[in-house]
């Protein structure tokens, strides 16, 4: 799928972190210039961001600069000398356990770093801002599948509540200030160049290596996988299709999926949610080895299950993510083998 506006200059923020990267690719392979945005924190291993950097740096139309988005005066510089068409905003300090124990961190990057990106997009205009929430947005809803038109006002971790917050913020500016503003509800995604954070990288490296994984609530918990070539295909559609605001905005009873705003929130979700027994299972599958499995309680911050309504997305850009697990769990085993040999 190719952007449906003319070659376009793009910012990029977290372009070294996973989903960063795999866009990045996406948009440099259709001849868009792109600058990556990254701080390349040690949040976790800073060298295999910097390996999925030195991949991007030798292609044209790629640039890069080592920018905290927190860092207002040095990211509006960087933003002003660009002069970007179009804003993908994916840096975040990102986990749900990590928030547990380190609050401020979640404060400065997806409170104060989401208000440079905003500021940003205010004073020199983009045609259109994309920046990625989160699945967890949806906290205590017991209703799936989660929906963009039900509330999304009780998070269970701290996380959550910023990445809520970000929703509520890229409102306040599409309605002040007319920015067309996109969210992106993430849901679990996985797939080669991973975060080793995240539970089936974990589980991978656990197995190859013969140790015990920790396994919390297994017989309770199920995700929405999402494979991250779905996820990029998803955005590089979204990115030339900037929301317009709602005729049928009713504010006499406000409907969450529509805004009298250039405003739209959408979930980026495989919508077949799997249970983490099967899960693991096609990780043993892939690895070719047993795991060793130690239980747990589920953990303060997790939810259950997450399973996404991905029918707003399928109307707008006619997609919705659909590789399978078994697929999309082997391509990453086979680059983990290859990356780390």
């Known amino acids: ?38 701080n390349l924190n040690p949040y976790y291993d ?49 986990g749900v356990r990590y928030s547990l124990d380190n609050p401020r961190a979640y404060a400065s990057a997806n409170l104060d770093g989401f208000l440079s990106v ?95 994984i920790d396994v919390y609530a297994e017989s309770d918990m199920s995700r929405d996988f999402t494979y991250i070539d779905d996820v990029s295909e998803a955005i590089v559609r979204l990115i030339g299709v900037p929301p317009v605001p709602s005729p049928d905005f009713n504010p006499a009873s406000p409907d ?13 979700g495989n919508h077949t949610p799997v249970r983490l027994d099967r899960f693991i299972a096609v990780i043993e599958a892939a690895c070719g080895r047993k795991a060793i499995k130690r239980h747990l309680p589920m953990q303060p911050g997790d939810v259950p299950a997450t399973y996404a309504d991905v029918s707003a997305l399928a109307a707008r850009v006619d997609f919705s993510p659909s590789t399978s697990i078994e697929v999309g769990i082997q391509h990453f085993v086979d680059w983990y083998r290859g990356f780390y040999r």
């Open 256 to 268: 969450p999926a529509t805004a009298a705003a250039p405003y739209r929130v959408y979930n980026i």
């Open 46 to 94: 800073p060298a295999l961001k910097q390996a999925r950097l030195d991949r991007l740096t030798p292609r044209n139309g790629f640039s890069f600069e080592r920018i905290d988005i927190a860092n207002f005066d040095a990211f509006q510089e960087a933003f002003a000398r660009f002069r970007p068409d179009i804003v993908v905003h994916l840096a975040a300090q990102a």
């Open 1 to 38: 799928m190719t952007v449906s506006s003319s070659p376009q200059r793009v910012l990029l923020t977290g372009a070294a972190g996973f989903v960063g990267f795999h866009v990045t690719e996406a948009l440099l392979a259709q001849g868009i210039q792109v600058l990556g945005i990254d």
């Open 118 to 212: 905003l500021e940003a997009c205010r004073h020199h205009p983009v045609q259109h801002l994309i920046y990625a929430s989160s699945s967890s947005v949806y906290g205590a809803n017991a209703k799936v599948p989660f929906s963009e038109h039900d509330g999304a006002d009780h998070p269970v971790s701290l996380y959550a509540a910023t990445k809520r917050a970000n929703e509520l913020m890229a409102h306040s500016y599409a309605h002040l200030y007319g920015v067309p503003v996109t969210g992106l509800r993430f849901f679990t995604v996985y797939g080669p160049w991973g975060r080793p954070d995240m539970a089936y990288f974990k589980f991978t490296k656990a197995i190859l290596e013969g140790r015990p």
